[in-house]
């Protein structure tokens, strides 16, 4: 076959596909819940289908880790080969931003947050995620399940072209064999609830403000956000400036917490919607690329979350003096 | 109007005019970094290492704005 009958052919499959897909294999448009759906309580606490997820990726992490320093060699091969290559990249990139001492003080905070984030987003993309799940009744239900029952458990499965029901419309009773309900998944995108990126912004937050104070002294940094030295000098109007600057200073580190947390928590939510509206619209062949493009968000924003971690305490460590001092010897 | 409507028309909005702003910023940077990388191929890393972080500050303020509509759509 040439070139372009393979072309041809591959088109053809693929617009059957499509058409197939959008036939027969709609799913109904799922509900979009901003908090995490609670799934139980454990003495008090509830367990959300986000904080599963969260420790999944947590377990992955650590068997990575585990599998990849079980059996140590100089030389890496297999899974620790891979590992080694990952981390050296980011070490190469943390210490090209920090400089070699600061690089690597940082490295563990920025690796930490990166692999967490990246995970997190990479985890979210296999199947089961946001699909398999409880069936709860209430005001919402609007779903129409068909029940089976595999091991004497009762299990709903949602027909392939099962549409919810209209909003307003008569609510008709459950036909016998059938339950009524919405979709409770019992795993979801860990950073889709607004507490984990709030956690992770906190604690990058925290160690950028701590490596501050501990490389700078807790005066010299604190300076930097209450600044009277020229006002006391007497210097009224430079001082004044002084005191503003430092006030925007402040406002801007409490502003970095929520920049943080809204990007990463858009970017993901966003991205779980998308999906879900994709493969709503047109099923099977057009979601492909998007999830292709939620790769490459998953990557960039563990990228930028570790990253701006980075050069903001790169900036807090680097003391203002010096910076000030540079930029006359540069002038 | 019933509220749900003016509901519907603000999350609307809200995505729209909130999507201009990043939508320029992000044309101005992605150009702006292609022009660089045409005077300075070697430095294609660097470039494009400093276009995401830059894109993705831009974008956040898209990224807000989305918050804003999936807030008034859903809450």
Same mark, same amino acid.
């Given at each position: 076959?040439?070139?372009?009958?393979?072309?041809?052919?591959?088109?053809?499959?693929? *617009?059957?596909?499509?058409?197939?897909?959008?036939?027969?294999?709609?799913g109904p448009l799922p509900e979009v819940s901003?908090?995490?759906e609670k799934l139980g309580?454990?003495?008090?606490?509830?367990?959300?289908n986000?904080? #599963?997820?969260?420790?999944?990726?947590?377990?992955?992490?650590?068997?990575? %880790?585990? #599998?990849?320093?079980?059996?140590?060699?100089?030389?890496?091969?297999?899974?620790?080969?891979?590992?080694?290559?990952?981390?050296?990249?980011?070490?190469?990139?943390?210490?090209?931003?920090?400089?070699?001492?600061?690089?690597?003080?940082?490295?563990?905070?920025?690796?930490?947050?990166?692999?967490?984030?990246?995970?997190?987003?990479?985890?979210?993309?296999?199947?089961?995620?946001s699909t398999i799940g409880l069936v709860e009744g209430g005001e919402h239900a609007k779903l129409t399940f068909q029940e089976t029952e595999v091991?004497?458990v009762p299990i709903g499965i949602l027909p392939p072209g099962a549409q919810a029901e209209e909003e307003?419309a008569e609510a008709h009773p459950a036909e016998p064999g059938t339950i009524k309900g919405m979709l409770v998944p019992i795993?979801r995108?860990?950073?889709?609830?607004?507490?984990?990126?709030?956690?992770?912004?906190?604690?990058?937050?925290?160690?950028?403000?701590?490596?501050?104070?501990?490389?700078?002294?807790?005066?010299?940094?604190? %300076?930097?956000?209450?600044?009277?030295?020229?006002?006391?000098?007497?210097?009224?109007?430079?001082?004044?400036?002084?005191?503003?600057?430092? #006030?925007?200073?402040?406002?801007?580190?409490?502003?970095?917490?929520?920049?943080?947390?809204?990007?990463?928590?858009?970017?993901?939510?966003?991205?779980?919607?998308?999906?879900a509206?994709? %493969?709503?619209?047109?099923?099977?062949?057009?979601?492909?690329?998007?999830?292709?493009?939620?790769?490459?968000?998953?990557?960039?924003?563990?990228?930028?979350?570790?990253?701006?971690?980075?050069?903001?305490?790169?900036?807090?460590?680097?003391?203002?003096?010096?910076?000030?001092?540079?930029?006359?010897?540069?002038? | 109007?019933?509220?749900?409507?003016?509901? #519907?028309?603000?999350?609307?909005?809200?995505?729209? *005019?909130?999507?201009?702003?990043?939508?320029?910023?992000?044309?101005?940077?992605?150009?702006?970094?292609?022009?660089?990388?045409?005077?300075?191929?070697?430095?294609?890393?660097?470039?494009?290492?400093?276009?995401?972080?830059?894109?993705?500050?831009?974008?956040?303020?898209?990224?807000?704005?989305?918050?804003?509509?999936?807030?008034?759509?859903?809450?």
């Amino acid at each position: 076959m040439t070139t372009k009958s393979k072309a041809i052919v591959g088109v053809v499959f693929v *617009l059957f596909l499509l058409v197939i897909g959008f036939i027969f294999f709609r799913g109904p448009l799922p509900e979009v819940s901003l908090p995490a759906e609670k799934l139980g309580t454990i003495s008090g606490f509830s367990i959300t289908n986000t904080i #599963l997820a969260t420790w999944l990726s947590m377990a992955v992490l650590l068997v990575v %880790s585990i #599998l990849a320093t079980r059996n140590m060699q100089m030389v890496p091969k297999g899974v620790q080969n891979l590992v080694e290559a990952m981390l050296e990249a980011l070490l190469n990139f943390v210490e090209g931003v920090a400089g070699e001492k600061n690089g690597r003080k940082f490295f563990p905070l920025v690796a930490t947050i990166f692999l967490f984030v990246i995970v997190s987003a990479w985890l979210a993309l296999f199947p089961g995620f946001s699909t398999i799940g409880l069936v709860e009744g209430g005001e919402h239900a609007k779903l129409t399940f068909q029940e089976t029952e595999v091991a004497g458990v009762p299990i709903g499965i949602l027909p392939p072209g099962a549409q919810a029901e209209e909003e307003g419309a008569e609510a008709h009773p459950a036909e016998p064999g059938t339950i009524k309900g919405m979709l409770v998944p019992i795993l979801r995108s860990a950073n889709t609830d607004l507490n984990t990126p709030l956690a992770i912004a906190l604690i990058a937050v925290f160690f950028v403000e701590y490596w501050g104070i501990t490389s700078q002294g807790f005066f010299k940094y604190g %300076s930097k956000f209450i600044n009277i030295r020229q006002l006391v000098r007497g210097n009224v109007v430079m001082g004044l400036v002084d005191v503003f600057v430092g #006030l925007m200073e402040l406002v801007s580190e409490i502003a970095r917490i929520i920049s943080f947390t809204f990007r990463l928590f858009g970017n993901m939510m966003a991205g779980e919607v998308l999906l879900a509206v994709i %493969s709503f619209l047109v099923p099977w062949v057009a979601a492909i690329p998007f999830l292709g493009l939620e790769l490459f968000v998953g990557f960039v924003q563990a990228l930028v979350f570790g990253g701006l971690t980075l050069v903001f305490a790169t900036m807090a460590v680097t003391s203002h003096d010096e910076h000030e001092e540079g930029h006359e010897a540069a002038h | 109007m019933e509220p749900e409507a003016i509901k #519907l028309i603000a999350a609307g909005l809200a995505m729209g *005019l909130g999507a201009i702003g990043p939508g320029i910023g992000i044309g101005i940077l992605g150009g702006r970094a292609m022009e660089a990388l045409g005077r300075n191929p070697e430095a294609r890393g660097v470039i494009q290492a400093n276009m995401i972080l830059a894109i993705a500050f831009a974008e956040a303020i898209g990224i807000y704005a989305l918050v804003v509509a999936l807030i008034l759509k859903f809450v």
